[in-house]
């Protein structure tokens, strides 16, 4: 069976539809709500829902932790081997979900992972990506390199995960770890745990249908905010220094890479000084991209 665990902070006014669309999941037994300290009537108005359905559990934090402890203290409640996350703001298309679940299981896929269509204004669309391919495969590529080159493609809320192939490590520890390497809270947890379990060759499938549906806003881990604070161009560079080393990427694959996040820089470089303290994720990213490049030169 399958475990949910729906993160939120004052998101009463979406979460009915999140949680509406886990129950209807017939392989999901369980639904995790971990509340990170809100101050609306999200606890009200959840506590409500549980009273008629028994699948929902609620949990609040005693203060704000952010989304990624969040979702660490509702993996401490699953009880199954397998689990799923979904942002309180999003929601999934439940028989897609019960088909990605079979083929993950069937599979014995350690992250098994589906696309995304995107809520705007004008109705639910289909999202492309250069990272997603034509047809459904497993373990028919390079995943870490794709990861690094493509941004992350692997939406986390359309990703069925084995518990059992990460609970050893991923923790608060872990996370807190990751704050303090990065020098500030890390915000894209999802995309740093997908490359770890890349990175560890684990067994990773794509199933090439629509799962899930993204309600994009400014305030989202990939909206406008989360770019002209510069985040998603130091976070990036961040993920690249942890994960490159004993790796070997063409110098093709160096300058794709290289030019996503430099593209990323350019955007926000006259807002944000060079003397704050992570740009120095972005120096290390360019100089282990030289270094490697030279590397490869050297070999031929």
Known sequence: MLSIVIPSYNDAKNIPLAIASANQIKYVNEI????????????????EIL??????????????????????????????KYVLMLNSDDFFLPEAIDRLFEYTINNRLDLGYGKMAIKKK????????????????????????????????IPSFGAIINYNEIKKFYNIKYYEKLNYNFGKPFKAHDYDLFLNLAKKKKKIGFFNEIVCVWSKSEDSQSGLKYFESGDACFESAFLFNKYFKNESFSNNSLSSIELRIK??????????????????????FLSNIENMKKLNSVGK
């Open 122 to 153: 004008t109705g639910i669309h289909r999202y492309t990506h250069p990272g997603y391919k034509n047809n459904s495969y497993i373990e028919n590529k390079n995943e870490l390199l794709d990861l690094l080159v493509f941004d992350m493609y």
């Open 263 to 284: 593209g990323k820089y350019n955007h926000i470089k006259k807002a944000i000084p060079k003397n704050v303290n992570i740009h120095k994720h972005y120096e290390t």
């Open 51 to 80: 009273a008629n359905f028994k699948k929902v559990k609620y949990f609040k934090n005693s203060i704000n932790m952010g989304s990624g402890l969040t979702f660490l203290r509702g993996l401490e409640k699953i009880k199954n």
């Open 32 to 47: 995790i709500v971990v509340d990170d300290c809100s101050t609306d009537n999200t606890e009200c108005l959840v506590k």
